[in-house]
C-alpha cells in the first residue's frame, strides 16, 4: 500500500530518498541547466511523449548559456536508483511558462506506458506532493496536464492534499499521435476547383491580422483559455516572429478573380526541441470549413519538418473531435484509424485537468 503523507520523511533535495523498498531520488531545479544530463538524454529518448516538457528544457539551456537566466521556471524530477547506483528517470514535472502567461503543470513520464501502474503512480506522486507544497504556490496549480492516469491521480491528491477541487469534466481529453518519415502519406495537393487558387506557406507579418482572427477563434472555442483581441494579436505576432506558423491562403475564385486574399487555415508549432516538432495549433476559418484546408496544410507543414530534420511530428487530438481524427490519420499519423487497435509505443491518452478557478490564478497555453 502507498504511504500516506504524513508518514514520509523530510526529503533533501537532491539527496536520494529512501522509501519503501526502493530509493528514489527527488530534486528541484530552478535553472535548466542543472537538470541532470541523463535526465534530459531520458527526455531526448523520448521526445514525442515529453513535447510539453523537453523542448523549453533545451531552449531554457541556450538562453541559460548566454546568461540569460530566469528563476521563475521549476523542475521537478523522479529518480529510481538501484543497488548499485544506476541511475533511472521515471517522471519529470515541470512548473513553467511562456510570453502568454503560465503553463498548467506538466509531468512526463520517461519510462514505457505499461510500467504506469495506479500502484507506481500513487506512491511516486505523493512524494512529488510533498516538494510541489513546498515549492510551488497553490494558486499556481490551476490544472494538471498528463497522461490520462497520472493527470487523475494527481488531482485526486491535490484535493486531499490541499481541499481545490478538480472539475469533473477534463479541460482536455486527447489523444497522443506521431507521424515519422515512415508513417507519412504525402499526396499531391488537391484542386479547390470554383473556389481558386491557393497557397501554403510560412506565414509573414503582413497576415497578422488573418494569423490573429484564427487565433481568436481558436480560443474561443478552446475554454477557458480564451484570449481578447488584443491577446490573440500578441500570440499571432509571436507565432510568426518565431517562425512556427503556416497559412492556408485562397489567392482568388472563378467567381470573384479580384477578390483580396484571404488566410482560411492556419497549423502552429510552437513546441519543437532538436528531434521532435509539436503541432500544437490546427484552426480553419468557420466559412472555409469542408474544403479539405487543414489536412491540405497539415500534410505540407509536416512534409517540410521531416524534411528539415525532425524525425516526428507529435500532436494530440481530442476524442470527440472525429473530424480532426480523420484528418490527421490521413496525413500519416499513428494509432488514430479504426483498425489500429494494437497498442503503440508513444500513443497514449493525455488528459488535462483544471481545479476551482475560484482558488487557483488561470494562466495560458
Known sequence: MPVSIESLPEISYGVTQNTLDENLDISVYNRASDIPQDVVVALQSNAVRTNVTLPLIEKTRLRENAGDVDFDQLWITCVAIDDEGRRTPELILSCTKNDLGTYPIFISPTIPASHLTEEFVIHRLRLLMVVITAKIPTERVYSIFAPELVAEVFAELWYEMKGVAPYEEPYYAAKLSFCSKKTFRNRQATDMGARGRYILRPAVMSDLRGVAALCFQFAKESEPFVLSEEGALKEAAMLIRNEQVWVHELQANVSSPSLEPQIACLVAFTRNSQTCATISKVVTSPEYRGLGCAQRLVRQVCKSLLNSGKQAVALYVAHDNG???????????????????????????????????KKVQLGHW
Request: charged share 25%.
Open 323 to 357: 473530424p480532426a481524427t480523420k484528418v490527421y490519420h490521413n496525413v500519416g499519423f499513428v494509432g488514430l484509424g479504426e483498425a489500429d487497435t494494437q497498442p503503440i509505443e508513444g500513443v497514449e491518452r493525455w488528459t488535462e485537468i483544471g481545479f476551482d478557478r
